[in-house]
């Protein structure tokens, strides 16, 4: 019997969560660009290039999902950070951004340092990222478990704004201490990722033809690492939280923590090693995103913090399949904004509206739902 | 050697003064009950033993060891078990889930199954719920998990606080049964409850709390028999 137990362990954190973020990305995808084909539709005129509005969605639409998904399984990823540790802590860490940018930092000075010539192999290059990656894993998650120490934990009795504030105040020290190093070190506050052609090639995917226009689907290279990179996290984070000791010691913390101590829970190791996960999820996702845009500064945190934490809200707070879900809605939201909403308006709002799209959808749904798509609950299963 | 003592312990919640002075003893192999009114300090005396209220004032020994000053899981780690006050199974927790939680310190994977096997003999209507949340269990079935969590430890020293609460009596009958049962298998108990008249049935001996102090103490026949226990515990006049 305990076999079969652990076997359905083993499915349940493996294939389930895999099966499930498919789910989320293939509804996220069919419920925004339904919605989306159908405005086209209703609104339909004359655009650009000769093409009627419903021809450019059609035409776009595929390309413009992918982008969109890249970008929220980078939410989602962020997001997972702040929601643990709500989770065990009902606390935002708004340090969190700053963990991240710290992460994407620590992997473009290990970049630059490693010095990988542009034309190298693709299997060096990819060495090489994925050593940046750890390197910004392991840098993160362990400035995030300082940072709980130092910053957090002597003010665990405290009311909860304290904390709150604290990690305000973490948050521009690190963008400034890190800004103070770079200036130092390199005279300038902002790196830039080194460019490899290999990976920054459109690979087809497919092309095809849809109600006569002609669809092209393509991918960046570096793109597919992305993707590859953050499903292997998401489904290893789903593995540890589901069926690990340490993972159900986390839920017990979150959902009752005097009586996960009397389990014999050490519970403030639990709490480091939340921030560990999170910081590291946070940290490796600071070295993707950092790879994807080429050029980072100490503020480069702000903007993708403020949307994960959104997109962990969005899902509901404390839950971490809700932020894996928020993460790729607000994801798919944004790249759908940000490529349609200057043609849909006559040009009267560009692409920079995105963002306030985006946030307006959110504000519609957390009125209508304010506990988040998931309903906040702490502790749950991933 | 008392598997329990507690020497003058004094505990408070800010400025609320909870426990005055407590001392009392366990001894190996005993069923001890504190009875006391809502309020007297009942639930404090269990969580100050446990480290989940520090005690500004006096010793807790754990055969013969301090354990004062040590955090819970340590506490726990040296063998006790303490099933709280309202059950507090881990709601989003699967039954299984919640055993484990109990056998957290418990390593060896074999072990774990095998007392897992033992709890199921006591409360077989466990095995039946194996997969199902703790939060959607009936009260009842709440209150045997919380139990057969604490025994996955195997304590050598149980606190039950207020077992019975909000159980219909037959449950009340079958839980003092499986108190009595433990017992004889040698466990010792630290039985908090209002149902003063089961706890002074089962209980050796016992202990009576007001406002944060010991008023009263001895066997549990001579508890029964004292006109003011009768009076204020036991709804006799
Ligand atoms: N978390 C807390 N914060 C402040 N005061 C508390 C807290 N817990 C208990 N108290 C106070 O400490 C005193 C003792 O409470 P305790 O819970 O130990 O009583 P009890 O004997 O277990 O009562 P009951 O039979 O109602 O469970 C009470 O006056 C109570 O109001
Ligand atoms: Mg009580």
Do not use: C
């Amino acid at each position: 019997m305990r076999k079969a137990i652990s076997q359905s362990v083993l499915y349940q954190a493996l294939v389930v969560p895999l099966i499930q973020l498919f789910v989320f990305v293939a509804i996220s995808l069919l419920v925004i660009g339904s919605v989306i084909l159908i405005l086209a539709a209703l609104f339909n005129r004359p655009v650009t290039g000769g093409m009627t509005l419903l021809q450019f969605v059609i035409r776009t639409l595929p390309q413009v999902a992918i982008d969109g998904l890249v970008i929220g399984f980078l939410y989602a990823m962020i997001a997972l950070g702040y929601t643990m540790v709500y989770g065990v802590l009902q606390f935002i860490n708004f340090a969190h951004s700053e963990i991240f940018m710290v992460g994407a930092f620590i992997g473009v000075e290990l970049m630059l340092a490693l010095a990988i010539p542009s034309t190298a192999p693709l299997m060096l290059i990819m060495a090489g990222i994925l050593l940046a990656v750890a390197a910004g894993m392991v840098g993160s998650g362990l400035l995030a478990v300082v940072i709980e120490r130092v910053a957090y934990r002597p003010l665990r009795g405290a009311p909860r704004l304290v904390p709150l504030i604290s990690a305000i105040g973490v948050s521009f020290f690190l963008q400034d201490a890190v800004r103070a190093i770079e200036g130092l070190l390199n005279n300038a506050f902002y790196r830039n990722y080194p460019s490899f052609p290999i990976l920054n090639q459109q690979i087809q995917l497919a092309t095809f033809t849809l109600a006569g226009q002609p669809i092209q689907m393509q991918i960046q290279a570096k793109v597919i690492f992305i993707i590859i990179a953050s499903l292997v996290m998401l489904t290893g984070l789903n593995f540890v939280v589901n069926a690990t000791r340490l993972g159900r010691a986390i839920r017990a913390v979150a959902q009752d923590r005097p009586t996960a101590a009397l389990m014999g829970v050490d519970v403030d190791r639990i709490i480091m090693l939340t921030f560990l996960i999170g910081g590291a999820l946070g940290g490796a996702t600071g070295v993707l995103f950092g790879i994807r845009v080429g050029r980072i500064d100490p503020y480069v945190g702000f903007i993708p913090g403020i949307k994960a934490f959104t997109a962990a809200v969005l899902g509901g707070i404390g839950n971490i399949t809700g932020a894996m879900l928020g993460g790729i809605v607000l994801g798919v939201l944004e790249g759908f904004a940000g490529a349609y909403l200057s043609q849909f308006t006559g040009g009267a709002f560009g692409t920079e509206y995105k963002d306030i799209f985006a946030f307006l959808i959110l504000i519609l749904i957390l009125m209508f739902r304010p506990t988040g798509l998931l309903g906040e609950q702490v502790g749950q299963k991933a | 050697m008392a598997v329990l003592e507690l020497i003058d312990v004094h505990a408070y919640y800010g400025h609320i003064h909870a426990l005055k002075g407590i001392s009392f003893k366990v001894e190996p192999g005993e069923i001890v009950t504190l009875i006391g009114a809502n309020g007297a300090g009942k639930s404090t005396t269990l969580r100050t033993i446990s480290g989940l209220v520090r005690a500004r004032h006096g010793r807790v020994l754990l055969n013969g060891e301090d354990i004062t000053h040590l955090p819970p899981h340590e506490i726990v780690a040296r063998g006790v078990g303490h099933v709280p006050e309202g059950r507090r199974v881990f709601p989003q927790l699967t039954v299984w889930e919640n055993l484990e939680m109990g056998a957290y310190t418990v390593k060896d994977r074999r072990e774990v199954a095998r007392r897992m096997e033992f709890v199921f003999t006591i409360f077989p209507r466990l095995k039946e719920r194996l997969h199902q949340k703790g939060g959607t269990l009936s009260g009842g079935e709440q209150q045997m998990l919380a139990i057969a969590r604490a025994l996955m430890m195997q304590p050598r020293i149980l606190l039950m606080d207020e077992p019975s609460m909000g159980l219909a009596p037959i449950l009340v009958e079958s839980i003092f049964e499986v108190i009595r049962q433990l017992n004889q298998h040698g466990t010792t108990i630290l039985l908090v409850e209002q149902n003063a008249h089961m706890a002074l049935q089962v209980a050796h001996r016992g202990y009576v709390l007001e406002t944060g102090r010991i008023v009263l103490e001895g066997t549990a026949r001579e508890l029964a028999n004292n006109p003011q226990v009768q009076a204020a515990y036991l709804g006799m006049h």
